[in-house]
């Protein structure tokens, strides 16, 4: 690989060192990786909530893949050059501090309330881009609000009267600025988790002596739903005929939104659209293929963090037979597993341009309430420039060229 010198700087230290006092100093030893912060996280927050965001589909076996292959990923160090490192990437036009953004989660209020305002108020922070999901406590218009460089919008179909209320969602999103428009295919019929059927969140969820008491005993979640209202659909309820009260848009959700389109509906949805589309949840590269075939700007490789097909293989396995399909002609994107910084250099020299993770803000949340996710942004873009050193490149396009050894890609 050849790195391009520029101004020679100090070298680059590594994640954790040095000294200090202050408040991020405090945090960088009581939290270092993404373990601590899961750790945390646990600690403070209903049991049900956790198993929400931390289990997968089945028997968790897609989630674990997900981990085992992004581990056996190797970057062969080069060394001998300095310079500055400048981990900015840009993204359909747009510029952003780091390849490293937001993924969406529905009901994400579910695992801290008011999740969603402050995950885009962080998004906004430390400029990277924030998918916020159709099923988000906050609606799209307040996102938009505040995170306006850096909002993005996950779209579910909702297919009845010919997608009527998915084209009127575009129309929002179009006046309110979203950047880019990210359809959902990977989720075609609901998964079933059963650590969430074990708690009882079902819709409509009802609370039992056991979910009483997980919340009385979660002290700094129960002050958060006091501070913040019981989680929702903000994006939906306008749509709920009947009123909106929590039980009808549930109802609502329930029997309307179908997690997938077919490719004539992308097609509509590329007309309607003006600015970037991407596909989420593209494992296949003939997928990819069709999806540039109709335009689309962006593949995000996704098995949707091991939550919906248990037989799905791993996210990193298939990325590099995308990347040489799609070439230059498509902006690719990848999420499902990532847990550190270099997980994100994994994927950068795999051939993606920018990566996604939900977990990892949501733990963030869970273990330090409004300022996790700043917490989150900071240690992966630190982790990713560590990565970057380590390996001899000094932009993400370098990394792009560095020498990879995935066994088990496909």
């Not at 600025?177 to 989720?187: K, P």
């Not at 989420?280 to 997928?287: A, S, T």
Request: net charge positive; aromatic share 6%.
């Amino acid at each position: 690989m050849e790195v391009k010198l520029e101004q020679p700087v100090a070298p680059v230290q590594a994640w954790g060192a040095g000294s200090g006092t202050g408040r991020s100093a405090k945090l960088k030893q009581r939290l270092p990786t993404f373990s601590y912060l899961e750790k945390a996280a646990r600690s403070r927050i209903p049991g049900f909530a956790f198993d929400f965001v931390d289990g997968g589909t089945g028997e968790h076996l897609a989630a674990e893949r997900n981990r085992r292959a992004l581990d056996a990923v190797q970057i062969i160090p080069r060394y001998g050059a300095s310079a500055v490192l400048n981990t900015e990437v840009q993204l359909f036009g747009r510029r952003y501090a780091s390849p490293i953004g937001i993924a969406p989660v529905g009901v994400d209020g579910l695992v801290w309330p008011g999740a969603t305002q402050l995950l885009a108020k962080a998004a906004h922070r430390a400029r990277i881009p924030y998918i916020t999901g159709t099923l988000a406590s906050g609606s799209l218009e307040e996102v938009a609000e505040l995170c306006p460089d850096s909002v993005w919008l996950q779209l579910y179909g909702l297919p009845r009267d010919r997608h009527r209320v998915t084209l009127d969602l575009i129309q929002r999103a179009e006046a309110c600025g979203v950047h880019a428009l990210v359809a959902t295919l990977d989720a075609p019929v609901r998964a079933k988790r059963p650590k969430d059927l074990h708690n009882g969140l079902i819709v409509p969820f009802r609370m039992t002596p056991r979910t009483v008491w997980q919340v009385a005993t979660s002290l700094p979640w129960a002050q958060a739903l006091l501070k913040n209202g019981a989680p929702g659909f903000a994006n939906i309820e306008r749509y709920v005929s009947g009123g909106s009260s929590m039980a009808a848009t549930a109802g609502f959700v329930q029997s309307e939104i179908k997690g997938t389109f077919d490719w004539e509906t992308l097609a509509r949805m590329r007309d309607a659209w003006p600015r970037a589309l991407v596909v989420k949840g593209v494992l296949h590269p003939e997928d990819a293929e069709r999806a540039i075939s109709l335009g689309i700007d962006g593949i995000l490789v996704s098995n949707h963090g091991g939550r919906q097909s248990e037989a799905a293989p791993p996210s990193i396995d298939m990325l590099p037979s995308i990347v040489r399909v799609v070439g230059e002609r498509a902006t690719v994107l990848f999420d499902s597993g990532i847990r550190s910084g270099l997980d994100v250099a994994r994927a950068i020299a795999l051939g993606a341009h920018g990566t996604f993770c939900g977990r990892a803000f949501l733990y963030g949340l869970a273990a330090l309430g409004a300022e996790g996710p700043d917490r989150v942004a900071q240690l992966l873009d630190d982790e990713l420039r560590t990565a970057l050193a380590q390996h001899g490149a000094y932009t993400c396009a370098q990394l792009r060229n560095a020498a990879v050894r995935d066994p088990a890609a496909w």
